[in-house]
Every structure is written in structure tokens, then in C-alpha cells.
Antibody, heavy 121, light 107 residues
Framework: QITLKESGPTLVKPTQTLTLTCTFS??????????VGWIRQPPGKALEWLAL???????RYSPSLKSRLTITKDTSKNQVVLTMTNMDPVDTATYYC?????????????WGQGTLVTVSS | EIVLTQSPATLSLSPGERATLSCRAS??????LAWYQQKPGQAPRLLIY???NRATGIPARFSGSGSGTDFTLTISSLEPEDFAVYYC?????????FGPGTKVDIK
């Protein structure tokens, strides 16, 4: 079955760079049509889509955060990494990675448990 | 960018009642709209994709309808486990943002 799990720091300081890793199983990012995305959710607020990467290394970013985000994949390790630069307290959120429904481009059918990242000095 | 609005923000109902949630897009998204359910402390769960298709394992009491700019998620008879927040998401245009959510709570 498909599982995903996020890992990374729980606390980062303002201006630092956040690096999150999504480790998954049950599918391969070298298979045509497969993709993984990142979504975040500030405490008590709505979901916000951040970035996607597909099997062919096509990448998409939220326009409002594009200058700060980088998404990469390591197919051999079954991992997707998201980096976000210049972190600010408003970036405090639970960060989720999720598997993309094949053929949908951006619906998410399997989600990780999420990881809470707090930005504070 | 396409903006999604959801109404009402909160829906207070009793178990067994019918829930009708609305999602409106700022421009046509054809039928490219999904619905998710999120319970406190949990990741979202995909309920409906492309407006009216139930995702794997989703009970038949959940149904979706609509096209263009107006969409509805209906829960025919609320079960205790259905009290949650519901989000819509479009995939017609980039970026595929989510709506602000509707909370269904117990009256």
C-alpha cells in the first residue's frame, strides 16, 4: 500500500532555510504519471498548496512562494525534498506531502501524517 | 488564478440530517473539482474527484455535483464521524489552490 512520511526540523529560526524530506513507499517516482506534492496548513487555517514534482521531473510551484521553494526527487531513495528559504514566523504550519492521483495532475489521494514546523527565534 | 469560495463557513447540523456544502469558482473549472474531508489532528482525505466521482472507499452517502463555477457536496445523512472540515480544490488551471473550507459541526 502507499505510505508517505515527512521528516525535518520542528523548529527553525527566522531567515533560515527549511529542508523537508518526504519518504514514501508503495509507488515509484520513475513510473509514468506519478507525482508527489507538498501542502501546508497554518494552525487553525486552510490548506495551501506549495509545490509538485512528477515522474518526468516536471515541477510546479505556488506563484506566491515560487522564489523561495525548490522541490527535488531522489528516485533511488524514494524521497522528495522541499526546501523553503528565508523562513518567517508566518510560515509556521503543518507541512504535508501527498501522492498525486495518476492522471489528475494535482489531486491528492494519499497523505503523510504531516510535520509541524515552528518558525521562531 | 482561480479563487474558490466555500459556503457556509460553518454548518451546524444533527446526526442523521442532510448536509449541503457549496464551492464556487471565480471562473469555470469545467468538472475539475475535488472535495476533501479533514478531521482534527488528521491529514485530509480525498472524497470526491472531478466533481462527482467518489474516491476509493468513500461511502455512498457522500455525493458531489456541479460543473462550471458552482459545485455541491452532499452528505445524505450525517454520521457522527462526518463532523469535520471540508475543502474543495480545482485542477483546471494552475495553481490548484484549495478553498477556505466549511466546518460541519454538531448542533
Amino acid at each position: 500500500q502507499i505510505t508517505l512520511k515527512e521528516s525535518g526540523p520542528t523548529l527553525v529560526k527566522p531567515t533560515q532555510t527549511l529542508t523537508l524530506t518526504c519518504t514514501f513507499s508503495g509507488f515509484s517516482l520513475s513510473t509514468s504519471g506519478v507525482g508527489v506534492g507538498w501542502i501546508r496548513q497554518p494552525p487553525g487555517k486552510a490548506l495551501e498548496w506549495l509545490a509538485l514534482i512528477y515522474w518526468n521531473d516536471d515541477k510546479r510551484y505556488s506563484p506566491s512562494l515560487k522564489s523561495r521553494l525548490t522541490i527535488t526527487k531522489d528516485t533511488s531513495k524514494n524521497q522528495v525534498v522541499l526546501t523553503m528559504t528565508n523562513m518567517d514566523p508566518v510560515d509556521t504550519a503543518t507541512y504535508y506531502c501527498a501522492h498525486i492521483v495518476r492522471g489528475s495532475r494535482c489531486y491528492f489521494d494519499y497523505w503523510g501524517q504531516g510535520t509541524l514546523v515552528t518558525v521562531s527565534s | 488564478e482561480i479563487v474558490l469560495t466555500q459556503s457556509p463557513a460553518t454548518l451546524s447540523l444533527s446526526p442523521g440530517e442532510r448536509a449541503t456544502l457549496s464551492c464556487r469558482a471565480s471562473q469555470s473549472v469545467s468538472s475539475y473539482l475535488a472535495w476533501y474531508q479533514q478531521k482534527p489532528g488528521q491529514a485530509p482525505r480525498l472524497l470526491i474527484y472531478d466533481a462527482s466521482n467518489r474516491a476509493t472507499g468513500i461511502p455512498a452517502r457522500f455525493s458531489g455535483s456541479g460543473s462550471g463555477t458552482d459545485f455541491t457536496l452532499t452528505i445524505s445523512s450525517l454520521e457522527p464521524e462526518d463532523f469535520a472540515v471540508y475543502y474543495c480544490q480545482q485542477r483546471s488551471n494552475w495553481p490548484p489552490h484549495f478553498g477556505p473550507g466549511t466546518k460541519v459541526d454538531i448542533k
